[in-house]
């Protein structure tokens, strides 16, 4: 069974780091995604990184801030975000995709994480 597992959310101050990962179950994901919903608000797009990690995106609200990475040997997608502000304050989640490119929309991801927990403090 295909299982992506989130780690590494918390409670920080505004300006610390985080880092978010992603296990993948006993298999290499094509492109990955991390994703962000905030109460009341729709699922965002936040980064997406190609099979091969050569290619990523971002969204513009965390560009600069957040990169993006993976480790193929290990089936782990890496999320590290600095520089954090309040607005950054949502369930994360990740998730892997059926295609090699690095994909902005959530449709073209089969497979979801359950979602972590990140909460910036002003």
């Known amino acids: 069974q295909v299982q992506l597992v989130e780690s590494g959310g918390g409670l920080v101050q505004a300006g610390g780091s985080l880092r978010l990962s992603c296990a993948a179950s006993?298999?290499?994901?094509?492109?990955m995604g991390w994703f962000r919903q905030a109460p009341g608000k729709e699922r965002e797009f936040v980064a997406a990184i190609s099979r091969s990690g050569g290619t990523t995106d971002y969204a513009d609200s965390v560009k600069g801030r957040f990169t993006i990475s993976r480790d193929n040997a290990k089936n782990t997608v890496y999320l590290q975000m600095n520089s954090l502000k309040p607005e950054d304050t949502a369930v994360y989640y990740c998730?892997?995709?059926?295609?090699?490119?690095?994909?902005?929309?959530?449709?073209?991801?089969?497979?979801w994480g359950q979602g972590t927990q990140v909460t910036v403090s002003s």
């Open positions: 006993g298999r290499t994901f094509n492109a």
């Open positions: 998730a892997a995709s059926r295609l090699t490119t690095a994909q902005r929309m959530a449709v073209l991801y089969d497979y």
